[in-house]
């Protein structure tokens, strides 16, 4: 994968949360981040830890809603990731792609390739191109 794929590919957290579980060396990034299933599975498991309704009550509404994806972090604090948030997350996994020179080297050949067989294209409509004209030219000589 070059750099640039992974920057077109990844789009959103399940993308990246996916790319890290599959990637070796990088499930580090995704340690802490939870799938909103997976987060009702943790909290379940906290529930059982609860012997105050009070102190139950403070964890359960300190939640936040409405996000597909969560942080836990170090101290259990539960936060919801955003679009900026995923960005940030994005743009640290780059990082530490570069700096372990991680993506694959952009293929000069294809791209130069591409370029000549564009070149050659137009070449050969140019010459389709006056041999048309050509023809017409003959024709209206023809004609005159």
Known sequence: MTRQEFIDDILDMSDLYNFCANTRGYDHVIEDIYAEDALDDFVNNEVSNYTDWRDLYNFLDDIPTGYDW??????????????????????????????????????????EEAVLDSASERREERARQQALEAQLAAVLMVGA
């Open 70 to 111: 969560y942080r836990i972090d170090y101290y259990g604090d539960i936060t919801g990731i955003d679009d900026s948030e995923f960005e940030d997350i994005k743009s640290d996994l780059l990082d530490e792609l570069d700096s372990d020179e991680w993506f694959e080297e952009e293929d000069q050949d294809e791209e």
